[in-house]
């Protein structure tokens, strides 16, 4: 059994990167910018030259080396390839098979969120479980699916693309991927500022702290937390937009656990109590028992769930 | 190799039974009655029974039998554990491991939709894919998940239960389930009826040539297919809660195919029509391509599957 191996979570600005043990123990992190120039020709090559040069600081021998996990932002099939990747710069792409001819190491690729949502199980607030959900409430929504310790890819790359799940016939405006009424425009850092407003216009001036033109998903949270009658509301239809889908996944994959990760999950215990009020309520009874809990791992999580992909059990 | 299994298909009126070779070919079927009296103490030996009376009629002998594949109508977890199955008489049972002592044969277990799923995936109408969703559409509508040639079972043995995701706050009255607004509540074939009456008290008394107090699911569909214009909307719905609810199953598992079965699938591809305009306008875009087909095995979709539970690939 070879005792290292690599994590990497491509994102469109910088890199992550992580060395590992293979028992899981983080060794060392850092990160290098991402040079989406050119096509992102020199993504991979960067990624390669940082990765055999650690192994020379670090005096570790190629051979020791079990893989290079890598997650990219988008979809990316069982092959490790991309058909096109907008904000690398990518077009097709065999990532995989490139970044083992440039580091003579086996490597295993995944989607971002699904990686995040792996690492997250392997190490972090899902640890011991075999089977979860994980829910990213960042700029946008992001999910990944594991079941039995595997990531369920899709065969278009689209599992866990939960954002997408349609939960509302009223929601105004087109979400990012070209329908209408996903969860993505009401549960995203933006989608709540969204349906706040939205909630404002039907209602018609509440009276509240907020303020309409200019807060943020943090500033509805804060007012949640003050006790704010309309940020609560806002909440609560948060909840059940949120609450609902998740019902409607466990209603099929029916996991163990259900991890809410990404920069609005700092909010707190409290989004927890919204989702699960309305999860209970929608999901079917064998079910209602699933776990809910907040990641632990931050933007640590790509590089852990990365790692394993090249981990065998 | 092994040359021959079984897959066994348990009911609350019969017990379906088949003896395969295990390259696929289904060499011979029969029924036995389900024996439910007494805790159904005796529907395991009666499985056991006959098929050791088959094996000594066809000259096989117990060492050429790979296995037992066993389907069951209800949640069964991966240790072979039924909690308890009303409808069969049984409290707690140790399903596969009664069963493989009374053989001497390995059995598995699994979920009855489940299994049908699997069947139908093996070598039904979705033989040749890696992954699918099948939906059967009876008295219920159950459901069946397979990723890459495995069933999701859950982690309560709730995996593929479909029939209870929410689809609709304002569905009048209960699910079996104990919730409300379930897909079942109107996909099923008693609820399609039920879907009909409640659209018919909605928007007030429409010429149709249904008979509202006594049709069937099947009265609806050849009165879609006459043309009625009632019949018509009522399938719209129809299409409309089935096709969202595929659609967020597309977002979460994405699948290559979609297997129609059960009873109400005997309408034929008129249903898949209904049920396809409404995936694709819902569906994330990458899953839209995803094909729909009608389910092609019948009652036999069980042992089928029940058979594939011990054979490896």
Redesign the interface.
Known sequence: MKNYCFGIDVGGTTVKMGLFRTDGQLLDKWEIPTRTEEGGKAILPDIAAYALAKLVEKDIARDDVAGIGIGVPG?INAEGVVPHTANLGWGYKEVTKELSELTGVVCKGGNDANVAALGEMWKGAAAGH??GVMVTLGTGVGGG?I??G?I???????????G???VDDEIPGLCG???Q?CLEQVASANGIVKLARWMAQENGAEETVLELETMTAKDIWDAVKDGDAFADKVAERFGRYLG??L??????????VFVIGGGMSKAGPVILDYIKKYYVK?T????R??EFVLATLGNDAGIFGSAKLVIEE
Request: hydrophobic share 35%; proline share 5%; with cysteine.
């Open positions: 979809p075999r089977s699916i079941v039995e595997q369920i890819v899709g065969a278009n790359g689209a599992g866990g693309e939960i997408h799940i349609h991927c070209g329908n009424g609902l889908a019902a409607n996944i466990a209603s099929t994959v029916d996991p163990e929608y079917f009874k064998g079910c028992d699933a």
